[in-house]
């Protein structure tokens, strides 16, 4: 339980310290970006998803937020599996 306070005091004080970026960003590249990024043991399939929406965000910090769900999902899953994403506009 510590390491999740933790994590959430971290991504926490990162958003609150830098300022914002805020621009057009498309949803599924910040989580393709993501997906690049960490580690994904063989057994797990992470399905990105169909559509896409472009939205206003400081990517830097929603990329923050994806990774530690991501994460966080992979580490749920006991053997093997998949992570669903969906955008729902």
């Given amino acids: 339980?510590?390491?999740i306070i933790?994590?959430?005091?971290?991504?926490l004080n990162f958003v609150r310290v830098s300022p914002l970026k805020i621009e057009d960003h498309s949803i599924t590249s910040i989580i393709k970006s993501v997906t690049s990024k960490i580690?994904?043991?063989?057994?797990?399939?992470i399905n990105?998803?169909?559509n896409d929406i472009i939205i206003k965000c400081d990517s830097k910090k929603?990329?923050?937020i994806f990774v530690n769900l991501i994460t966080n999902s992979i580490e749920a899953i006991v053997s093997e599996g998949q992570i669903n994403t969906r955008i729902i506009d």
């Fill in 1 to 3: 339980m510590s390491r």
């Fill in 48 to 50: 990105l998803p169909d």
């Fill in 6 to 11: 933790q994590m959430v005091t971290d991504m």
């Fill in 62 to 64: 929603l990329e923050t």
């Fill in 39 to 45: 580690q994904v043991p063989g057994t797990i399939k």
